[in-house]
């Protein structure tokens, strides 16, 4: 963080966010995208969720009434979290069409930000996108490592070979994001409707010999199961969880595709094909005698398919779950750059990936961290069954704070009155704590990983907001007004021709970097621009609303660029669409000049000492604002300073 990076944007009157922003082409084809892109996730569950359901919990009874309820519970599970709360309320809640934790707390916080619960709902959203962090580690391990481990059920001795074969294609998908996935991309549609046409034919043929299966759709089979087995059926849920999720990444991609479209890839085709294939698994334990479906329900998914098409769904599983996982890998990317822009990262290199897809982003810092730690993880826990007890408590815990933040939405936002939505938010909290809460049982047996993680990317998240927060309240108060500044300084130096450019971080006082070279340099140049960039809490700002610029008078300028925090920084194109500022600018005469604080830290109140170490360790290794902000190499002068916070 220094004084040159992008600030908050309250969102100035006039600068409006473009609605829809790119969607673009049919709903039915928007539809079949999303199937490619978003439901991989979700889509791979029946690899596993099934199976840890009954091998999670020993005590369960491999029976009608057990399998009945087990299934019953996932097809209730999938209606209420997946299809209710998010595909049917929380995909209202978009912010100009951009969904996940981050951009709803930006909605929130532009409706209820100056109330005393304010900072809470801020919290709850980082802590909810920390979570995430711990998902996209653990669901590439699991769900390759799953796909894979159906060559077991082909050939028993290829088990060796698991976990080198699970190892290389993961290693190959994070080396693949630096060239970009969009070529690799239009193949994700086809082949992902083929492996959920697969699934749901697969199951559909085991209900046609068991139609007895289907007495699951009643809620009353998941009822006895608690009235039965009580504290088993409650643990049980931590397997069951597994089936829905993906759902958070359902709301967070919403941007790219549109609801509506979602919506008809979700209800048109996705939950049909999984719940056909979850009632099939149940429908073949369900025909076994007792000893046999014992052995079967070790791997339920391949065992769906005949003998000789065993080894061509391992293969189609496989890619599966290279889709599923190259989308949470996107999303982690994605996620970062919106962390970034409102404030809670500092700034990382990023590189686009697509010359005419704005989201197609890398991030060579976040896809290395990753790499490293899916590869630890497959190392450490070696097979998917123990990956499933460190997987489901981030994603129950992300639910249950979009949850939380549903109950504020609907009081704070859409103005409902409270004895409406207490009694929805209480039952979707019932639904969504009962899940977190048995998931905690798993912390001992893994469950620990992700909430470590989450736990170290909150204390990172939240360290910068405060720092950097602290660090620009101390510079502003040391702060000398532009306009005493102009006329002051417009005598006692000497002009050169061209012009300067002073990155900002606000819109009030003089930028550190313009007095250091007038203390130093003792000159100024004819045009004389302080430029701040601000983010808007909305997604995308309109480029005619891009600009706001103020004569200072005596060569001295004001200018400020609105983005949206979905947006690229590109300053030197953000200049080309001034058309005043006292004319147009050339690169080849224009140089800018950045600030670099050196944080010291110091016994002032604000952080304890340990989080401003973290915070200077973070301001050390952000990247450049040249980088980040695409300027000219040749033409950027940085001048540094001092700030103790």
Same mark, same amino acid.
């Given at each position: 963080?220094?004084?040159?990076?992008?600030?908050?944007?309250?969102?100035?009157?006039?600068?409006?966010?473009?609605?829809?922003?790119?969607?673009?082409?049919?709903?039915?084809?928007?539809?079949?995208?999303?199937?490619?892109?978003?439901?991989?996730?979700?889509?791979?569950?029946?690899?596993?969720?099934?199976?840890?359901?009954?091998?999670?919990?020993?005590?369960?009874?491999?029976?009608?009434?057990?399998?009945?309820?087990?299934?019953?519970?996932?097809?209730?599970?999938?209606?209420?979290?997946?299809?209710?709360?998010?595909?049917?309320?929380?995909?209202?809640?978009?912010?100009?069409?951009?969904?996940?934790?981050?951009?709803?707390?930006? &909605?929130?916080?532009? $409706?209820?930000?100056?109330?005393?619960?304010?900072?809470?709902?801020?919290?709850?959203?980082?802590?909810?996108?920390?979570?995430?962090?711990?998902?996209?580690?653990?669901?590439?391990?699991?769900?390759?490592?799953?796909?894979?481990?159906?060559?077991?059920?082909?050939?028993?001795?290829?088990?060796?070979?698991?976990?080198?074969?699970?190892?290389?294609?993961?290693?190959?998908?994070?080396?693949?994001?630096?060239?970009?996935?969009?070529?690799?991309?239009?193949?994700?549609?086809?082949?992902?409707?083929?492996?959920?046409?697969?699934?749901?034919?697969?199951?559909?043929?085991?209900?046609?010999?068991?139609?007895?299966? &289907?007495?699951?759709?009643?809620?009353?089979?998941?009822?006895?199961?608690?009235?039965?087995?009580?504290?088993?059926?409650?643990?049980?849920?931590?397997?069951?969880?597994?089936?829905?999720?993906?759902?958070?990444?359902?709301?967070?991609?919403?941007? $790219?595709?549109?609801?509506?479209?979602?919506?008809?890839?979700?209800?048109?085709?996705?939950?049909?094909?999984?719940?056909?294939?979850?009632?099939?698994?149940?429908?073949?334990?369900?025909?076994?005698?007792?000893?046999?479906?014992?052995?079967?329900?070790?791997?339920?998914?391949?065992?769906?398919?005949?003998?000789?098409?065993?080894?061509?769904?391992?293969?189609?599983?496989?890619?599966?779950?290279?889709?599923?996982?190259?989308?949470?890998?996107?999303?982690?990317?994605?996620?970062?750059?919106?962390?970034?822009?409102?404030?809670?990262?500092?700034?990382?290199?990023?590189?686009?990936?697509?010359?005419?897809?704005?989201?197609?982003?890398?991030?060579?810092?976040?896809?290395?961290?990753?790499?490293?730690?899916?590869?630890?993880?497959?190392?450490?826990?070696?097979?998917?069954?123990?990956?499933?007890?460190?997987?489901?408590?981030?994603?129950?815990?992300?639910?249950?704070?979009?949850?939380?933040?549903?109950?504020?939405?609907?009081?704070?936002?859409?103005?409902?009155?409270?004895?409406?939505?207490?009694?929805?938010?209480?039952?979707?909290?019932?639904?969504?704590?009962?899940?977190?809460?048995?998931?905690?049982?798993?912390?001992?047996?893994?469950?620990?990983?992700?909430?470590?993680?989450?736990?170290?990317?909150?204390?990172?998240?939240?360290?910068?907001?405060?720092?950097?927060?602290?660090?620009?309240?101390?510079?502003?108060?040391?702060?000398?007004?532009?306009?005493?500044?102009?006329?002051?300084?417009?005598?006692?130096?000497?002009?050169?021709?061209?012009?300067?450019?002073?990155?900002?971080?606000?819109?009030?006082?003089?930028?550190?970097?313009?007095?250091?070279?007038?203390? $130093?340099?003792?000159?100024?140049?004819?045009?004389?621009?302080?430029?701040?960039?601000?983010?808007?809490?909305?997604?995308?700002?309109?480029?005619?609303?891009?600009?706001?610029?103020?004569?200072?008078?005596?060569?001295?300028?004001?200018?400020?660029?609105?983005?949206?925090?979905?947006?690229?920084?590109?300053?030197?194109?953000?200049?080309?669409?001034?058309?005043?500022?006292?004319?147009?600018?050339?690169?080849?005469?224009?140089?800018?000049?950045?600030?670099?604080?050196? &944080?010291?830290?110091?016994?002032?109140?604000?952080?304890?000492?340990?989080?401003?170490?973290?915070?200077?360790?973070?301001?050390?290794?952000?990247?450049?604002?040249?980088?980040?902000?695409?300027?000219?190499?040749?033409?950027?002068?940085?001048?540094?300073?001092?700030?103790?916070?």
């Amino acid at each position: 963080m220094n004084d040159t990076a992008p600030a908050q944007d309250p969102v100035p009157e006039g600068v409006a966010a473009k609605e829809g922003h790119g969607h673009s082409g049919s709903r039915t084809a928007l539809a079949v995208g999303a199937i490619g892109i978003v439901f991989g996730d979700i889509g791979t569950s029946p690899l596993y969720a099934f199976r840890e359901t009954f091998a999670g919990a020993a005590s369960i009874a491999i029976d009608r009434l057990h399998v009945l309820g087990v299934v019953s519970l996932i097809f209730w599970s999938m209606l209420i979290v997946v299809a209710i709360q998010y595909v049917t309320i929380l995909m209202r809640a978009d912010n100009k069409g951009q969904g996940g934790s981050l951009a709803l707390v930006a &909605l929130l916080s532009r $409706h209820i930000g100056k109330s005393s619960y304010g900072w809470l709902v801020v919290l709850l959203g980082v802590f909810a996108t920390s979570l995430f962090y711990g998902d996209s580690m653990i669901t590439p391990a699991i769900s390759v490592l799953s796909a894979v481990e159906g060559l077991t059920v082909v050939n028993p001795g290829l088990d060796a070979l698991v976990i080198p074969i699970a190892l290389v294609l993961l290693i190959f998908l994070f080396l693949l994001q630096s060239r970009g996935t969009a070529k690799v991309g239009a193949l994700f549609a086809p082949v992902m409707i083929v492996y959920f046409v697969t699934i749901a034919g697969l199951g559909l043929n085991q209900i046609i010999q068991n139609p007895d299966i &289907l007495w699951a759709l009643n809620p009353y089979y998941a009822v006895m199961f608690f009235v039965t087995d009580g504290a088993v059926a409650f643990f049980a849920l931590g397997a069951v969880v597994l089936a829905v999720t993906g759902s958070e990444a359902l709301y967070s991609d919403m941007g $790219h595709f549109g609801r509506g479209p979602m919506r008809l890839s979700w209800f048109g085709f996705v939950m049909p094909c999984l719940l056909l294939n979850y009632f099939g698994q149940g429908a073949m334990i369900a025909g076994l005698p007792p000893e046999q479906a014992v052995e079967v329900v070790r791997n339920p998914f391949f065992l769906l398919a005949s003998e000789e098409f065993r080894l061509p769904l391992v293969i189609l599983a496989t890619v599966a779950t290279f889709i599923a996982s190259q989308a949470v890998i996107s999303g982690a990317f994605s996620i970062t750059h919106q962390a970034m822009q409102l404030g809670f990262m500092p700034r990382l290199s990023i590189r686009h990936t697509s010359e005419t897809e704005a989201g197609q982003i890398y991030i060579p810092v976040v896809n290395w961290a990753l790499m490293v730690a899916v590869i630890i993880l497959v190392l450490t826990f070696q097979t998917s069954s123990n990956l499933a007890a460190a997987y489901g408590i981030a994603v129950t815990g992300a639910v249950t704070i979009d949850t939380l933040l549903m109950g504020v939405l609907f009081v704070g936002v859409w103005k409902w009155k409270w004895f409406i939505a207490l009694p929805v938010v209480a039952f979707f909290l019932i639904v969504d704590g009962a899940y977190f809460a048995a998931n905690l049982a798993k912390v001992p047996d893994g469950g620990w990983f992700p909430l470590v993680v989450g736990l170290v990317a909150f204390t990172l998240l939240t360290t910068w907001a405060r720092g950097r927060k602290l660090m620009r309240d101390r510079m502003s108060e040391t702060a000398l007004p532009i306009e005493i500044f102009a006329k002051s300084a417009k005598n006692s130096a000497t002009r050169v021709p061209g012009t300067a450019i002073f990155m900002a971080s606000q819109t009030a006082g003089v930028p550190s970097a313009l007095l250091h070279n007038i203390k $130093h340099n003792k000159v100024l140049h004819e045009r004389v621009v302080i430029l701040t960039v601000l983010i808007a809490d909305t997604p995308y700002v309109d480029s005619d609303r891009r600009c706001e610029i103020h004569d200072l008078g005596d060569g001295f300028y004001r200018a400020v660029l609105h983005y949206g925090f979905m947006q690229e920084t590109n300053v030197p194109q953000g200049l080309k669409e001034m058309e005043r500022c006292g004319g147009e600018f050339d690169m080849m005469h224009t140089s800018f000049f950045l600030s670099r604080q050196t &944080l010291l830290a110091s016994d002032k109140p604000g952080m304890p000492i340990w989080r401003e170490k973290i915070f200077a360790w973070m301001l050390r290794n952000a990247a450049t604002a040249m980088d980040f902000f695409r300027l000219p190499t040749n033409r950027v002068v940085e001048l540094g300073s001092q700030v103790e916070i």
